[in-house]
């Protein structure tokens, strides 16, 4: 939707640099994926290493200088920090943020020390594999996922990942709830793309509804009654062109699911009517489709 945008501002023909930059832009998504699980790692380093400093106080209490080391020897944060592929991964890349920018890990480590989720999970000192993972994804979404200071650190450092982060989070704990004990460091991680056809798919979506842009501007005509081509928004007319491409150009995805998407892309990122207004478009398109038989979708339930 954003490249296509783009090509409509700038008004350029040059599909291979946009395509480029498209796929540029989904890898950069997975960067944040392995910096979000390596923060978990961080965290947990900045807590054993505040552990290890507090014993060597002077005068240290006596908590301190036996202290709870469930937080440390959490499951989860076990398998991550050992995980090599995770290490590999973030060394290739050299995706070092923490180490640079290591107050945020402090911030974080504070607020999660100062948590009820924290205190609740540190009365025992003895843990399951379930109360561990439990334990981390609480604390994911709501300590560290809404942390206003790390929002702010990421569009600093790459303005695109804002609109990315909340899938990136919802990937972590997915795959957090998946986690189960191991002792495999080389089990392997999420990987960007389903498959192959999971590529093509972000590629063709954009290439089709790029060369058959016009053709899906004339379909948009005569659908709106109380409003002209120039009074739509760009944007809205980016989503409803993707949107008539799938309806066309992709006979295996259902027209129920074309439409509710690219309704809840709307909702995102357009105006707060614009999702009624595409609704209604796309609506009358399907149904035209159908009955002068446009449509060419194939297998069960996909009308």
């Known amino acids: 939707m954003q490249s296509l945008y783009s090509i409509q501002q700038t008004q350029s023909d040059n599909l291979d640099k946009e ?16 910096i979000n699980l390596q923060l978990l790692i961080e965290i947990k380093k900045h807590a054993t290493d505040f552990l290890t400093k507090s014993q060597k106080k002077y005068l240290a209490t006596s908590e301190e200088k036996n202290p709870n080391t469930k937080f440390i020897h959490n499951e989860v944060l076990s398998m991550l920090q050992k995980n090599r592929q995770l290490k590999a991964e973030v060394e290739k890349k050299k995706l070092n943020c923490w180490q640079l920018d290591d ?3 402090k911030i974080l480590w504070a ?16 843990s399951s594999f379930k109360e561990d993972k439990d334990f981390i994804i609480d604390i994911f979404k709501e300590v560290i996922a809404p942390n206003d200071k790390l929002y702010d650190y990421i569009e600093d450092k790459n303005l695109t990942w804002i609109d990315d982060l909340p899938l990136i989070n919802t990937a972590i704990i997915k795959m957090l709830r998946k ?4 002792h495999d460091e080389n089990k392997l991680l999420p990987k960007l793309y389903k498959d192959i056809d999971d590529k093509k798919f972000a ?13 899906f501007t004339k379909e948009i005509d005569g659908k709106t009654p109380n409003w002209d081509q120039d009074r739509i928004a ?10 008539i491409c799938e309806f066309i150009k992709f ?19 357009s105006t707060p009517k614009s999702s009624i207004f595409i609704n209604g478009i796309l609506d009358k398109l399907s149904k035209e489709y159908q009955e002068n038989g446009k449509l060419n979708k194939v297998g069960r339930g996909l009308m």
């Open 19 to 34: 395509e480029k930059f498209l796929l540029y832009s989904i890898n950069q998504m997975y960067d944040l994926f392995l």
């Open 103 to 105: 107050e945020y890990v």
């Open 111 to 126: 607020e999660i020390k100062n948590s009820e989720l924290y205190n609740d999970y540190m009365s025992t000192t003895l």
């Open 179 to 182: 986690s189960k004990p191991s």
């Open 203 to 215: 590629i063709d979506i954009f290439r089709k509804t790029a060369l058959n842009g016009k053709e």
């Open 234 to 243: 760009e944007l809205d007319k980016a989503i409803i062109k993707m949107a």
């Open 251 to 269: 006979p295996s995805i259902p027209i129920k699911v074309t439409i509710n998407e690219y309704l809840e892309i709307a909702k995102e990122y």
